[in-house]
């Protein structure tokens, strides 16, 4: 599986920590920005950027996540892709992260970096890149429908 990140100055360092910890793990990341921290940087480029791999890609094998101040704006950017549903988490319950997986088949994870810290931050990827897809005919139809708007 490839792991595209991407980040605004909002959720740079957050980003560069979630690149070390998924390097370790051996996982196959692929940074599409920022490149350095730089104030008032417009995150909607990065979000595309990471969103449109994810749209290239698909088979499952390529996910993204994308993370901002609230994780708000960076997801509506990336839901205007086709294929891509995002998802947003900014802390709190586990159930949001799994529900988003099993139910939505969500692609990218989009992370309020304002809102949680490092440490929860890789639990809730480690369980977000871990939890499959349930496959229920009902779950599968709705995002048919989701992917079909146009």
Known sequence: MQI????????????????????????????VGAH????????????AAAALK???DLTGETRAIIVGGSGQGEA?????????????????????IRLSRQ???????????RFTDVATAKQAVEL?????FSG???????NALIDAIE
């Not at 730089?38 to 990065?46: F, H, I, L, M």
């Not at 977000?128 to 499959?132: I, K, N, Q």
């Open 103 to 113: 139910h939505n088949d969500a692609n990218i994870l989009s992370i309020g970096a």
């Open 136 to 142: 229920d005919e009902r779950h599968a139809r709705r």
């Open 54 to 56: 994810v749209a290239e």
């Open 36 to 47: 350095e921290l730089k104030d008032g940087d417009d995150y909607p480029v990065y979000m």
């Open 4 to 31: 595209i990140l991407a980040a605004d100055h909002a959720g740079y360092e957050l980003k560069e920590e979630l690149k070390s910890f998924l390097t370790s793990k051996g996982m196959n990341v692929l940074d």
């Open 76 to 96: 509506m950017v990336a839901n205007r892709f086709p294929g891509v549903r995002a998802a947003v988490w900014y802390g709190g319950s586990d159930e949001i």
């Open 128 to 132: 977000w890149l871990t939890t499959p």
